[in-house]
């Protein structure tokens, strides 16, 4: 052999993962390799430049960039880079620059896949060097952002491409791309467009267990219609999402087109610690005793939200996802208990839970949605009526106190078959009564938390449908929109309470927040939109032209800062250790919240005005 080739032949021997090979195939690997010199300051491969080479440094040292050129890790004497591409495809994440005057041994594709396919060792080594590059890398991202794993937007954390396939692939070659590519999950796409997703679920419990012909196309087992997200959503909001859904991939496109997937371990690394996770972790709750300890933690993740100026909209969906997660594992671990139910059901969230705007000490509001053969089959009512007061009594325990007024599934009023409820919200819209009406409000802030789904929406297209067409049902929403009057005197300044408990003091809640939220579902209706957030239906109505865009906008600040104002009130007591309430007391403002707090009440106070003329509400 060639003094060189044996030179660079024991210079592999030092070498992981070469130092493992045969003294056979060591002999012959120098050979099939080449030596490239690289300058000090060249850049060896770009980001986005294709790369079919394995590069081992023999001498030197490189640095390993993201594209807009943070450090994620240095290279030298024995170690490899570029592998990422011939482990997973795709161009290259990041680049490479040699930061000294650096031999390179080159070795190409075809050598390496040869090795890889031969001694498998070879590519989990490098398999296991990617993942952690690429866990480096959203690390990385998320630093110079702040530390805001919450801001995040997903695009900014994919690693590697999307892995895809088309539907008539067959499952034996999919599963073989998800273990060549390391992945667990694959996007099925045709024509550019996610028409499916298989995962490992799918290959263990409909082929492995089923039974399933391995040679069928992917298309037959695969979950069609996958729920995805643009690289512009936010890991919040893709968290959220996956809580929601319960799901564990999302696809991730870009103007439609798929460039990557998200899993749940890759949002849980982002921030193990983020206070956001505490839905997932209630989400494995063992038993109701963990779900109520893991939820009483509330009150200081607000504290920690508070802190970190999060915007107040995201601490109601923080809170109201957990919220959401007790309830779903209150009702799973009441199933365990009682057994299946005997026909579908609906379990829904209604009023600021179903907004996602929940406070700090919000109390329950919930509905159950029965299938219609409900009233027909033995036991029925028993076992729904069973399983409510299982779920009411363990988000009592939670945190989430018992609603006063009994809007809750455990109270056989709020337990409907899907015909049932359409039949009491007719009866609702048709008599504008105030009783009636107390209860359409809380109903017409509604939304599906676990069950069935399809059992509530033809009772959402028919209460749309009615409101919208009845515009005496909508002048007595308007009057109750203008019932709650903000804090402020005869010349528009604030009036705070001259005594009792709450002397000096303005309550933020009755005064500001409630009537945005009634007048934003009033205009929401009058413009038949179907959005049941406050923001949300602000939003829609200026788009249907309900009501003027700088109106919208006006409601939709003044609404933030209101409830931004009452997530630092409530922290504040909660470090101080006093029970929650909606009183402020404005001279613990600074002149810059006062001056705010009366613009926004004044804000409200416009908007209750062209309420009264457009729906003539003196004349009710």
């Known amino acids: 052999m060639d003094v060189e080739l044996v030179e660079v032949r024991d210079f592999l021997a030092r070498c992981a993962p070469f130092d493992d090979l045969p003294a056979s195939v060591l002999d012959r690997l120098p050979a099939r390799l080449t030596q490239r010199y690289h300058r000090r300051g060249s850049v060896i491969v770009d980001a986005g430049q294709s790369n079919d080479t394995l590069h081992i440094i023999r001498t030197g040292a490189v640095e390993v960039c993201d594209p807009e050129g943070t450090l994620l890790d240095t290279r030298d004497e024995g170690d490899c880079f570029g592998y990422s591409t011939l482990v997973h495809g795709g161009a290259s994440r990041y680049r490479m620059d040699a930061v000294a005057d650096t031999l390179l041994l080159e070795m190409p594709r075809e050598t390496f896949d040869e090795l890889a396919e031969k001694f498998p060792s070879i590519r989990d080594f490098f398999g296991e060097r990617s993942d952690r590059i690429r866990e480096d890398l959203a690390s990385a991202r998320v630093a110079a952002a702040g530390g805001d794993a919450l801001g995040t937007p997903v695009g900014e954390l994919l690693t590697r491409d999307a892995v895809t396939t088309g539907p008539d692939t067959s499952i034996r070659d999919a599963a073989r791309i998800m273990t060549d590519r390391r992945v667990s999950a694959l996007l099925v796409v045709e024509d550019e467009v996610v028409t499916g997703i ?35 959503t936010r890991a919040f909001d893709a968290t959220l999402l996956q809580i929601d859904r319960g799901v564990h991939h999302l696809p991730v496109c870009d103007n439609g087109a798929p460039v990557g997937m998200v899993t749940t371990g890759d949002l849980l690394r982002l921030a193990q610690a983020d206070p956001v996770y505490l839905a997932a972790r209630i989400s494995r709750a063992p038993d109701t005793e963990t779900v109520a300890a893991l939820s009483r933690r509330l009150p200081e993740i607000v504290g920690e939200f508070v802190r970190r100026g999060t915007a107040p909209q995201d601490i109601g969906r923080v809170i109201t996802a957990t919220a959401d997660a007790a309830t779903r594992r209150l009702l799973v671990l009441a199933e365990d208990e009682l057994g299946s139910p005997p026909v579908p059901y609906c379990w829904v969230g209604l009023g600021s839970q179903a907004r996602g705007e929940m406070g700090v000490a919000s109390d329950q ?169 406050t923001l949300d239906r602000l939003d829609a109505a200026a788009v249907a032209g309900v009501v003027a865009r700088g109106d919208a906008e006006n409601l939709a600040e003044a609404f933030r800062f209101l409830r931004g104002l009452a997530y630092r009130h409530h922290a504040r007591q909660i470090a101080e250790g006093h029970e929650q309430d909606n009183n402020v007391d404005p001279s613990t403002l600074s002149t810059k919240d006062r001056h705010r707090l009366r613009a926004a009440f004044r804000i409200i106070a416009g908007a209750q005005d062209a309420l009264a003329l457009r729906y003539r509400v003196g004349q009710l």
């Not at 929406?457 to 005496?472: G, T």
Request: glycine share 8%; hydrophobic share 45%.
């Open 365 to 533: 509001d919930n509905a159950l949605v029965l299938a219609d053969d409900a009233a027909t089959v033995p036991g029925g009512d028993e076992y729904f009526a069973a399983l409510a007061e299982r779920v009411c009594g363990g988000l009592d325990r939670a945190g989430f106190p018992l609603c006063p007024g009994e809007v809750m599934a455990s109270n056989p009023a709020w337990r409907h078959t899907t015909s049932g409820w359409m039949r009491r919200v007719a009866d609702w819209v048709g008599a504008p009564e105030p009783e009636p009406m107390v209860h359409a409000q809380v109903f017409f802030d509604i939304r599906a938390v676990h069950g069935d789904r399809a059992l509530l929406e033809p009772i959402r297209r028919d209460m749309l449908a009615r409101a919208r067409a009845n515009a005496r049902f909508q002048a007595h929403l308007a009057r109750i929109a203008c019932e709650w009057q903000p804090p402020l005197g005869f010349f528009r300044g604030l009036v705070v309470a001259r005594r009792g408990e709450y002397r000096n003091t303005l309550e933020i809640k009755a005064g500001g927040i409630a009537p945005v939220v009634q007048i934003a579902r009033l205009h929401a209706l009058a413009a038949g939109a179907d959005e049941v957030a």
């Open 198 to 232: 298989f995962t490992d679920r799918d290959l263990r419990s409909k082929v492995v267990a089923a039974g399933a012909d391995p040679a069928a196309a992917v298309s037959t087992i695969m979950t069609p219609d996958p729920v995805s997200v643009d690289v512009r």
